[in-house]
């Protein structure tokens, strides 16, 4: 049949991939030992008395890093945050808190407890994000391990068994099992000629048989991996039906599902007890008293020997002279505001393109998940509202919030909604994982980052043609938007990172640019 | 745009009404309808970062004309209008007295030039723009009675959207968009791309006389 892989092919292509790339990968990743925590390892000058004036914008937590560290060694600074909060698109949301969506603000009405919180923005720290987690520790920010891949969680697609939601360790098993038993088969063809001597391909029979749970003549029959139908305990157990190969090839959520524990969402996940935004908590009790709030930078003049910045506060316009000056305003909101920088540099905060994530959540009356031996983790659903998350706070209490929708990539389908429409949305497609989920939930609160007041967007795409990887030319503009103006005007923030959407790439940016100007600062004083 | 109206204030300047703010009652962060600079950055001036053009300097009865399009839905629900969509809920809840608020808001703004950005050929364009001429006016500083606004000074990155979009009927295709409606065989007498690059290039070419 025209279309189907044959062995001889199948593997080749394993010993190309598992051969050659894997191999080059192993090498490389010995030297990538992490070191100690980069924080610690910030060495900048201390002013000692000579003080010089930082002003930083948008009070993010890149702006807060800046604010933190240089505060420590002596310079004044001072942060100017538009909105009447800092953290930007670390955004908890908790009763009685303000959702400030332009066009459709909204008021949390979750209950008053500390567990009933939302993470509207950033949720999850893998534990490689070494810079992020220092400061954790330095600020004292108690972290808990978060739960994202959850095996009794629910797999639900119309095109799979009818739409019947199944557990997610169905799915991931008997898949495991059928492509186990492909491999097998490739494996022990007596046509092998193979790249592999005879010891690596024992080995490495030994795991596919292993990954798939295989009997001894490499058939995948079923596995107790996928939980007993019956006993277990007490009596034998019996073990559940095994679901046809094609039947899980009918929904294309398998990609997600066996790689949601991989890269930058494997374990283990990392959040801070009682909501993300405990980080920026724990940078307020160091530099909460320079912040100034509901003050909107609407200029920024470099000049040789200092930043000129206007700001409105109160209905005023005011002035504030700096020596040096970091901004994490998003820079498509930046190219709106007066600035005198270079005409360059202005067409690299041009081409970013912004992000368009969308989430939701309700309040659960009751935890029901839990009935269902659901602890923590997510849902899977084949349809616009894409995820349930069970909150990993919380156990065993009468009620908890979970997330109704998340969509990272896109965003604008549930954006252009209004907010009736927007929750129906979601209650119809939570509705497929539980039946009785509309009234199982209330007290719905919605964020779309694309209309968030000072935000208007999630995370800069440096990338126009996603997967394809970066241009040249996409490079030269962002090498362009890292490098300061003048030596005086630093962007910061996960928008000058490689990596964008996460809060170690908005960190590392700051210290980035934090140490591109000690060198100068060293470099005048010496 | 009326640029003469405006001087810039330096050092301290007032700009916003007072009594805006909705009390709030419980402690929480009360709302406000000031998100406007959000998106059409600082004072008004436009920003091609969210494709949100120029207020500033803007006549009154256009922009109370636009306010109260965009809420009733005569303007931004094409499906297609992308940027439209993108203002409209900003509109929709707007009230009358707020309109009136935001109208005497918006003309304390100081005029500046819109920054070039769009490059045609500009003869060309002079060609097409004797028919503009006709509502626009000959220095497209606009016409009240014919209720065609002033082009001169608007973001070109904006004029070139408009056209395109009354060209293909994302705007003024709604039967209550009776201005609109005006402008889209004129959008279509253009031809094709081009010619709306031509034209704005014209229209950029009357700023520098
Ligand atoms: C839905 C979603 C999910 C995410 N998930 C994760 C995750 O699981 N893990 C993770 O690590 N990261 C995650 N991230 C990414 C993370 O939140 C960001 O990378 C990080 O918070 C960005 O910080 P920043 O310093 O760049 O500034 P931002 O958070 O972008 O802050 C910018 C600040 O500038 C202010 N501002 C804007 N305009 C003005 C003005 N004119 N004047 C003054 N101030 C202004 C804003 O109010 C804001 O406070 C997620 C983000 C989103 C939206």
Redesign the interface.
């Known amino acids: 049949m025209a279309g189907f892989v044959t062995r001889r092919e199948f593997l080749n292509l394993l010993g190309t991939t598992g051969g050659t790339a894997a191999t080059l990968r192993a090498g490389a990743a010995l030297g990538l030992l992490p070191g100690t925590a980069a924080s610690a390892n910030l060495d900048l000058l201390n002013l000692a008395g000579n003080s010089r004036k930082v002003a930083i914008l948008g009070g993010g937590i890149s702006g807060l890093t800046v604010a933190y560290e240089l505060g420590k060694r002596g310079y004044d600074c001072e942060i100017l945050e ?1 909105s ?1 909060r800092c953290g930007g698109r670390i955004f908890t949301v908790r009763h ?3 959702i ?1 969506e ?4 909204q ?1 949390c009405e979750f209950d008053d407890e500390p567990h009933m919180y939302f993470n509207a923005g950033a949720a999850r720290i893998p534990s490689t994000h070494r810079n992020l987690l220092a400061y954790c520790k330095e600020l004292g920010v108690e972290l808990e391990i978060f739960i994202n891949e959850n095996k009794t969680s629910l797999v639900q697609d119309d095109a799979m068994l009818g739409g019947k939601p199944i557990r997610n360790i169905d799915y991931t098993t008997n898949m495991r099992g059928f492509m186990a038993e492909l491999m097998a088969k490739a494996m022990t063809a007596e046509e092998m000629n193979s790249p592999f001597s005879e010891s690596e391909a024992e080995t490495l029979l030994g795991m596919i048989r292993d990954f798939g749970d295989l009997s001894e003549d490499d058939v995948y029959r079923g596995s107790f991996r996928a939980g007993y139908a019956e006993g277990g305990f007490l009596k034998h157990g019996v073990q559940n039906d095994m679901i046809a190969f094609r039947d899980l090839l009918q929904t294309r959520l398998g990609r997600q599902l066996m790689g949601a524990n991989e890269g930058d969402t494997g374990p283990i996940l990392l959040q801070p007890k009682g909501g993300m935004d405990k980080i920026i908590e724990g940078f307020l009790r160091q530099v909460g008293d320079r912040v100034k709030y509901r003050a ?1 930078v ?2 920024v003049q470099v000049r040789d020997n200092g930043v000129e910045i206007s700001y ?1 506060q109160d ?5 504030m002279q700096a020596d040096y000056c970091f901004n994490c305003i998003p ?8 600035h005198n920088f270079p005409s360059d540099y202005v067409r690299a ?2 081409y970013v393109r ?1 992000g368009e994530a969308y989430k939701a959540a309700f309040q659960a009356r009751t935890r029901f998940w839990e009935d269902m031996d659901i602890y923590g983790g997510i849902s899977w659903m084949n349809n616009p509202s894409r995820q349930i998350w069970y909150p990993t706070a919380g156990i065993h209490q009468q009620k908890g919030v979970v997330l109704g929708a998340y969509d990272y990539g896109g965003g604008m389908y549930h954006t ?1 909604m209004t907010q009736a429409e927007r929750i129906e949305a979601h209650l119809s497609d939570g509705e497929k994982l539980h039946p009785d989920y509309r009234n199982l939930v209330e007290k719905p609160i919605t964020i779309a980052w694309h ?1 968030m ?2 935000m ?1 967007g999630c995370s800069a795409r440096w990338q126009r043609s996603f997967g394809r990887g970066w241009t040249h030319e996409e490079e030269e503009l962002y090498h362009r938007l890292q490098q300061p103006v003048n030596g005086r005007h630093y962007f910061i923030g996960d928008q000058v990172s490689m990596h964008s959407a996460w809060q170690e790439s908005a960190v590392m940016s700051a210290q980035w640019a934090m140490s591109d100007l000690d060198q100068r600062v060293r470099a005048e004083t010496a | 745009m009326n640029r003469n109206t405006f001087r810039v204030v330096a ?6 009404v ?1 009594g805006w703010l909705m009390a709030a009652d ?4 009360p ?1 406000d309808d000031r ?1 406007c ?7 008004g ?6 494709q ?1 053009p120029r207020l500033a300097g803007m006549e009154d009865w256009y922009l109370k004309r636009q306010l109260e399009n965009f809420r009733a839905g005569i303007r931004g629900t094409h499906p297609m209008d992308v940027e439209g ?1 993108a203002m409209q ?2 509109a ?2 707007l009230s009358d007295e707020s309109i009136a608020d935001i109208v005497e808001w918006v003309g304390s703004w100081p005029f500046k030039p819109a920054e070039v950005t769009v490059e045609g050929d500009a003869q060309a364009g002079a060609q097409l723009y004797t028919t503009c001429a006709s509502c626009h006016g000959r220095d497209a500083s606009g016409n009240e009675a014919l209720g065609a606004p002033a082009l001169l000074g608007q973001n070109d990155w904006y004029l070139v959207t408009q056209l395109k979009n009354f060209m293909a009927g994302y705007r003024g295709y709604h039967a209550d968009d009776t201005y609109g409606q005006q402008m889209r065989p004129m959008a279509q007498m253009l031809g094709d791309e081009a010619g709306i690059i031509n034209v704005v290039s014209y229209i950029n070419s009357l700023a520098e006389r």
């Open positions: 538009a009447h009685g808190d303000l400030d332009i066009g459709n603000r008021y909107m609407a200029g409105d209905g005023v316009r005011h002035t820079t498509h909101l930046m190219v709106g505001i007066d905060m041009k912004r252009k209309r007041n000072h208007l | 050092g301290s300047l007032l700009i916003l007072s419980d402690g929480r962060e709302f998100y600079t959000t998106c059409h950055g600082t004072d001036q436009g920003n091609e970062g969210v949100a969509i809920p900003m929709a809840k």
